[in-house]
């Protein structure tokens, strides 16, 4: 299939006016997903698959398919790290009158959601486009245990949130071209948004992040999620001389790399 011809059928006016149920979305998108992917083989796409995620990962392509696969990963350690904790057993069912155990049962059934919603568009398991779950360690090694201590479960769910936020962003780029799968991205994208800034809450923060900061207690392996989030210079606007460093930086998100993602992300990948 020629790839341009089918980049065009994400213009047709039918196609973008459309509505429907969040269910006739999720097909859609996995219909759409299954084009692409079969759109994608010509281009060896499917052979690169394979070389990018092996362990550790390396940068995906940077096409549509690549963004999807570089998501699903992320996605995967998001649900694999919320579903060991709730059969851990870490997150205390008392702490805040059983709130914080309910936020994040939530916030495990959006990201197996969104496990199962990537790799349809993707073609499914079948597909030679698919990429499979990473082996995580949540430890780092043995330098601290996210299950057993319910603060360190805290930190780590709060860097990988605020990580989730800027990658997406980052791979916008990757997608602009084919609007669907852009659109559908953004969608996940704003639910990490709204994750985080609920879990930096349960850690008694602001729902935002100020400069570089990371906040109090969390992993010094962390750090990498929040450097260059201190800009303040947005589109030739000096935010900080308008309204102070602290608040200017607070009013952007800065979008990582996928380099820079996927050196944070081999901290935890086996």
Do not use: C
């Not at 509505?19 to 281009?43: C, E, M, V």
């Not at 084919?178 to 953004?186: E, F, H, N, V």
């Not at 809450?201 to 201190?230: C, F, H």
């Amino acid at each position: 299939m020629n790839i341009l011809k089918f980049i065009e059928t994400f213009t047709d006016d039918s196609l973008m006016r459309s509505t429907g149920s969040r269910r006739d979305s999720f097909n859609q998108f996995a219909n759409i997903g299954k084009t692409l992917a079969y759109a994608s083989i010509p281009f060896g796409l499917s052979a690169m698959a394979n070389k990018a995620f092996a362990k550790p990962i390396t940068a995906t392509p940077a096409t549509p398919i690549g963004a999807l696969q570089f998501a699903l990963t992320l996605e995967y350690l998001e649900n694999e790290f919320y579903a060991m904790a709730l059969d851990s057993g870490v997150i205390p069912a008392s702490e805040n009158g059983g709130r914080d155990l309910k936020v994040f049962q939530q916030i495990a059934a959006h990201e197996s959601n969104h496990v199962k919603f990537l790799i349809a568009g993707l073609g499914g398991t079948a597909s030679a486009n698919f990429v499979p779950k990473p082996t995580f360690d949540f430890t780092v090694g043995g330098a601290f245990d996210p299950f057993h201590d319910y603060p360190t479960f805290l930190a780590l769910a709060q860097a990988f949130e605020d990580t989730g936020v800027r990658a997406y962003k980052g791979q916008a780029g990757n997608l602009i071209s084919t609007p669907d799968l852009l659109t559908a991205a953004l969608q996940i994208h704003s639910v990490e948004a709204r994750h985080a800034s609920e879990v930096r809450r349960l850690r008694k923060l602001k729902g935002w992040i100020t400069n570089d900061e990371r906040g109090p207690g969390m992993p010094s392996q962390t750090q990498a999620v929040y450097n260059g989030e201190g800009v303040t210079v947005q589109a030739g606007f000096n935010t900080a001389t308008a309204f102070g460093a602290a608040a200017g930086s607070e009013a952007y998100d800065e979008p990582l790399t996928t380099q820079q993602v996927v050196d944070i992300a081999n901290l935890f990948i086996v």
